[in-house]
Antibody, heavy 119, light 106 residues
Framework: QVQLQESGPGLLKPSQTLSLTCTVSGGSISSGVYYWSWIRQHPGKGLEWIGD???????FYNPSLKTRVSISMDTSKSQFYLRLSSVTAADTAVYYC???????????WGQGTLVTVSS | SYELTQPPSVSVSPGQTASITCSGD??????TCWYQQKPGQSPVLVIYQDTKRPSGIPERFSGSNSGSTVTLTISGTQAMDEADYYCQAWDSSAVVFGGGTKLTVL
């Protein structure tokens, strides 16, 4: 059973960089079959895809966030990461990490972590 | 950018059938998924590749894909099915979610 756990600061000031870590257990992050994703949810709103990273390092980002976002991974630690620069209050959201399985969708999700941007 | 449109809310009586639609341009040509999200919880995949159910998802959940609309159907709806439901598809390499539908079981 794959498990994902997000971690990182819960409070940021405007213009800072959001950095989150997702730790994966119960499965190999190195599998070429899967991809690893970040998805966020603004308070009371719907789901917004941020981006994906594949084992070989390929990344895909939401065009609306592409200039500010970076996703990376460290297979030795079974972790992948999200960096979102120049945050504003509009980046306040619950951030989820998730495992993607091709057209089979996002089959495992972390519990989510709330990140608040406030001065 | 590609958009998926869902009704904001759907109501159903216990034991009846609930249908939640999701529409998008040429959506029938894409593979779609559905997620259930209860308050304070992470989303759960309930349908993938239009019609398939992951292990552990009750048989009352089913999906269909026709033309530009996909539909999540919950047969014999139970109180525990009250939740937000999101459709999801891929447009090129980008993931797109619908705006979500709040299912109320009255």
């Amino acid at each position: 059973q794959v498990q994902l756990q997000e971690s990182g600061p819960g409070l940021l000031k405007p213009s800072q960089t959001l950095s989150l870590t997702c730790t994966v257990s119960g499965g190999s992050i190195s599998s070429g079959v899967y991809y690893w994703s970040w998805i966020r949810q603004h308070p009371g709103k719907g789901l917004e895809w941020i981006g994906d990273i594949y084992y070989r390092g390929s990344t895909f980002y939401n065009p609306s966030l592409k200039t500010r976002v970076s996703i990376s991974m460290d297979t030795s630690k079974s972790q992948f990461y999200l960096r979102l620069s120049s945050v504003t209050a509009a980046d306040t959201a619950v951030y989820y990490c998730s495992k993607g399985a091709g057209s089979s969708g996002f089959d495992y999700w972390g519990q989510g972590t709330l990140v608040t941007v406030s001065s | 950018s590609y958009e998926l449109t869902q009704p904001p809310s759907v109501s159903v009586s216990p034991g009846q059938t609930a249908s939640i639609t999701c529409s998008g341009d040429k959506l029938g040509d894409k593979s779609t998924c559905w997620y259930q999200q209860k308050p304070g919880q992470s989303p759960v995949l309930v349908i993938y590749q239009d019609t398939k159910r992951p292990s552990g998802i009750p048989e009352r959940f089913s999906g269909s894909n026709s033309g530009s609309t996909v539909t999540l159907t919950i047969s014999g709806t139970q109180a525990m099915d009250e939740a937000d439901y999101y459709c999801q598809a891929w447009d090129s390499s980008a993931v797109v979610f619908g705006g979500g539908t709040k299912l109320t079981v009255l």
